[in-house]
């Protein structure tokens, strides 16, 4: 693996002088609906289905776009409780399709989700090289924590600790503090990221 090709890509692509961390800024009145279908996923009591009949009626009454109910659909079908990584696949490439053909200001978003897609249908397949590749895009695209995340998730399941740690601090060094705030409770809170927690962080 290029690494020093990996962090040329996610540290000097972007303009530091004009970098402003982002966060998952989903329109308001999408918000809602997106998070009670995500809530349904999560909730034994409802799971998949309901979740899917939550983002089908959403989608038909207009209250979430085409590009956010193919990602949730997406979603569904990647969970573990569905892992129907074929489905996954056909309804990233809608998504995309959607993307393009909605463009607007939001387009670098919706195909950096594209992207993150993509990468977790290659991570759950084992591809973890092929799921870098796809993370580093979605960074690329969409400057948010959880892009990076994914990022470092992905070289530590590659055994590149190291790599992954040296990553960790540049970003941390030169990332705004909203960004690298977000950044650590990430690492703090999520497992697969466990092996880059410092023990000086709350």
């Not at 703090?188 to 466990?194: C, G, H, I, K, T």
């Amino acid at each position: 693996m290029n690494y020093e090709e990996l962090v040329h890509r996610i540290l000097h692509r972007v303009d530091e002088q004009a970098y402003h961390a982002e966060h998952e800024d989903l329109d308001d009145e999408q918000l809602g609906p997106i998070n009670q279908a995500l809530r349904a996923l999560r909730d034994p009591s409802q799971g998949p289905d309901v979740a899917r009949a939550l983002t089908q009626r959403f989608s038909s009454t207009g209250q979430i776009d085409a590009v956010n109910a193919l990602s949730l659909l997406h979603v569904i079908a990647a969970s573990p409780q569905v892992a129907n990584y074929e489905e996954a696949s056909r309804l990233v490439a809608q998504q995309e399709h959607a993307a393009l053909a909605q463009g607007g200001p939001r387009l670098s978003k919706n195909l950096a989700s594209v992207e993150r897609h993509r990468g977790v249908l290659a991570f759950k397949l084992g591809r973890f090289d092929v799921a870098l590749d796809y993370f580093s895009r979605a960074f690329e695209r969409q400057h948010i924590p959880g892009n990076l995340a994914n990022v470092l998730c992905t070289l530590i399941r590659l055994g590149d600790v190291d790599d992954a740690r040296d990553l960790r601090d540049q970003v941390l060094g030169a990332f705004p503090p909203d960004f690298t705030r977000e950044l650590v409770r990430m690492i703090q809170r999520d497992p697969d990221l466990a092996l880059l927690r410092k023990e000086d962080s709350p």
